[in-house]
């Protein structure tokens, strides 16, 4: 009975549509931000969409609260990279 149904397979996402899901993200967040930007992100944390989302709203919170928008050098400093 186990096998009886449907059933999908999930795939791990691709690096492209990782940064294309951080961009949309920040869209959502009101933020836009690069590519290089969205490569650099993803190139450097774990690939799942869950701590990418995790790593995107400690940046988001950090930039709110310093009043800064999020660079290459702005995510270099808050997360240590």
């Known amino acids: 009975r186990i096998n009886w149904g449907l059933s999908f397979q999930v795939k791990p996402l691709e ?9 949309e993200k920040a869209y959502r967040h009101g933020l836009k931000i690069s590519d290089d930007l969205a ?3 993803v190139d450097r944390c774990p690939r799942d969409i869950g701590s990418l989302f995790e790593v995107f709203e400690k940046l ?16 270099k ?3 240590g990279w």
């Not at 988001?60 to 050098?73: C, F, G, N």
């Open 15 to 23: 690096d492209s549509q990782l940064r294309e899901a951080l961009k």
């Open 39 to 41: 490569r650099f992100v």
């Open 77 to 79: 400093k808050i997360m």
């Open 60 to 75: 988001d919170q950090a930039s709110l609260m310093e009043q800064r928008k999020i660079t290459i050098p702005f995510v």
